[in-house]
């Protein structure tokens, strides 16, 4: 990609220079970002605003993986998850550079674990089809300990390991970005939405926003307007009508970060059922292991959402269940 494809300036120039869009994109998370291409590809005259940076919230805070949703495999949602794997497989195929196979292990504590998980993963592995990342295979609790030394070996049967996608989502979402801008679009950043406009009947024809770096303020014309702001959905909805219900309660999904040593080796583990029923994920990243996540509903969204001491805790307590090695 050529650097001057982010050029800030020239950007702000088309924004000038451009009467009326076809598609105004508000919000630059994958969801936004994805809008944007889609309509960029169809040859609609597209433009997208994020207030912050590209994948600021929900986009870039998550567990850094691709996958084709095992916990909806048990709640039997077969369509969901074969939909998904599709992706998965098709990602991997067009970002080879951005996502790469990962090796899931699920430790088996209980006899049953090991032909229940192993069956459900085959599952996983048929429903993916020509796009299957590896065969899932059932592990001894020797080979289990091999992989992942820091596992508690008491009560230990084994293993069942899986094959899954990685990738980093911020890159992800700024390579999307950059090829809305190859494709002729806009796509800018630092460029806030304060308020919609309206024709005489009352239908929605553009946004008022400005330029938080400079304090330009544009008024920008368009046919079709977006709302793909993730957990500030509601605050565009109320500039279109100030009555509007609340549609989004908003809620947070926690990941700490830990040393490498916590988890050695390339595995990642997947933990398929805790306390409140949750499945959580520890997973090797640049040198570091995330684990994560929750899911805690909030009273009020923020840009930089801090995590509560009862999902701090909830964490610590389901890792230290299963390894040997603590985390402080």
């Not at 309660?249 to 805790?274: C, E, N, W, Y």
């Amino acid at each position: 990609m050529k650097h001057q494809e982010f050029n800030r300036s020239k950007l702000i120039e088309k924004i000038r220079d451009t009467s009326a869009w076809d598609v105004i994109v508000i919000g630059g998370g994958a969801s936004g970002l994805g809008v944007a291409l889609d309509a960029l590809s169809r040859g609609f005259k597209t433009i997208l605003l994020e207030q912050v940076d590209f994948a600021k919230g929900t986009s870039s805070k998550a567990t850094k993986l691709v996958h084709g949703g095992v916990r909806y495999l048990a709640q039997g949602d077969i369509s969901l998850v074969k939909e998904a794997l599709h992706e998965r497989g098709l990602l991997q195929k067009n970002a080879p550079h951005l996502v790469k196979n990962q090796s899931f292990i699920i430790p088996n504590y209980s006899w049953f674990d090991g032909p229940f998980y192993t069956i459900g993963m085959k599952i996983y592995d048929l429903l993916a089809g020509k796009l299957s990342l590896g065969k899932s295979i059932h592990i001894n609790k020797e080979e289990t300990l091999n992989r992942i030394s820091t596992l508690r070996p008491k009560g230990l049967y084994g293993g069942v390991v899986y094959q899954d996608g990685q990738f980093d989502d911020s890159r992800l979402a700024l390579n999307v970005a950059q090829t809305c801008i190859q494709m002729g679009g806009v796509a800018l950043n630092y460029v806030r939405v304060n308020n919609l406009t309206k024709d005489s009947d009352g239908r929605i024809n553009g946004v008022i926003a400005n330029d938080t770096e400079t304090g330009e303020v544009f008024t920008i014309q368009g046919k079709a307007v977006i709302n793909a702001t993730g957990i500030f959905v509601d605050d565009i909805l109320k500039m279109d009508r100030p009555e509007a219900k609340q549609m989004v309660r908003p809620s947070q999904g926690v990941h700490l970060v830990f040393d490498k040593s916590f988890l050695p080796g390339d595995d990642a583990i997947m933990i398929p059922k805790t306390d409140d029923g949750r499945v959580l994920f520890l997973v090797p990243w640049h040198n570091r292991v995330i684990v994560g996540t929750t899911d805690t509903p909030i009273d009020e969204h923020s840009l930089e959402p801090v995590a509560l001491e009862q999902e701090i805790d909830f964490i610590l307590k389901t890792a230290g269940r299963y390894l040997t090695k603590q985390p402080t």
